[in-house]
T-cell receptor, first 116, second 108 residues
Framework: DAGVIQSPRHEVTEMGQEVTLRCKPISGHDYLFWYRQTMMRGLELLIYFNNNVPIDDSGMPEDRFSAKMPNASFSTLKIQPSEPRDSAVYFC??????????????FGPGTRLTVL | QKEVEQNSGPLSVPEGAIASLNCTYSDRGSQSFFWYRQYSGKSPELIMFIYSNGDKEDGRFTAQLNKASQYVSLLIRDSQPSDSATYLCAVSNNDMRFGAGTRLTVKP
């Protein structure tokens, strides 16, 4: 399996622009997670899906952030409008199961976002 | 209080020594505990998971869990320079919460 795939790997944009990050989870995994990592705040869970349904979006920082999972093999994280403080590495991860049980998460390579 | 706390380090040990990484968590309902390793500029990768109180060994790595004390640790025996990375503790109770990570440097 190719693992979790994310695109783009790097994104540089100007403040106010819309940014869309993409993720393809590992085939057969029922859970998909979006994280943000910064030096100051570490790795933060933004939102996660189970079978394409958003389960917990309490980590989404504000209404400028939205995430969708239209099918089992694709998810997007959108920031509109973007701000410099959104600069971070955004990781997508997937797992076979969620809470309890064996819920090892496999991370994608991340998207490094820079908002100027 | 943070949900998952780790010493940020950096922790420096000589090659061949034992590195001890510690983590405490606040949610008593947590069921699953994980250690991830993250090299600089890379994504986290799973090293070990543990569910039951006690020790779990995998090669040079030993995870220790004490639910009563809400404490989980990772021991790395015979540390190698290639073990130099940030180690993230993660705790799961229906969703995963990560600690800020401990940066480990193993000096040759």
């Amino acid at each position: 399996d190719a693992g979790v795939i994310q695109s783009p790997r790097h994104e540089v944009t100007e403040m106010g622009q819309e940014v869309t990050l993409r993720c393809k989870p590992i085939s057969g995994h029922d859970y998909l997670f979006w994280y943000r990592q910064t030096m100051m705040r570490g790795l933060e869970l933004l939102i996660y899906f189970n079978n394409n349904v958003p389960i917990d979006d309490s980590g989404m920082p504000e209404d400028r952030f939205s995430a969708k999972m239209p099918n089992a093999s694709f998810s997007t994280l959108k920031i509109q409008p973007s701000e410099p403080r959104d600069s971070a590495v955004y990781f997508c991860a997937s797992s076979l199961e969620g809470g309890g049980g064996t819920d090892t998460q496999y991370f994608g390579p991340g998207t490094r976002l820079t908002v100027l | 209080q943070k949900e998952v706390e780790q010493n940020s380090g950096p922790l420096s040990v000589p090659e061949g020594a034992i590195a001890s990484l510690n983590c405490t968590y606040s949610d008593r309902g947590s069921q699953s505990f994980f250690w991830y390793r993250q090299y600089s500029g890379k994504s986290p990768e799973l090293i070990m998971f543990i569910y039951s109180n006690g020790d779990k060994e995998d090669g040079r790595f030993t995870a220790q869990l004490n639910k009563a004390s809400q404490y989980v640790s990772l021991l790395i025996r015979d540390s190698q320079p290639s073990d130099s990375a940030t180690y993230l503790c993660a705790v799961s109770n229906n969703d995963m919460r990560f600690g800020a990570g401990t940066r480990l440097t193993v000096k040759p």
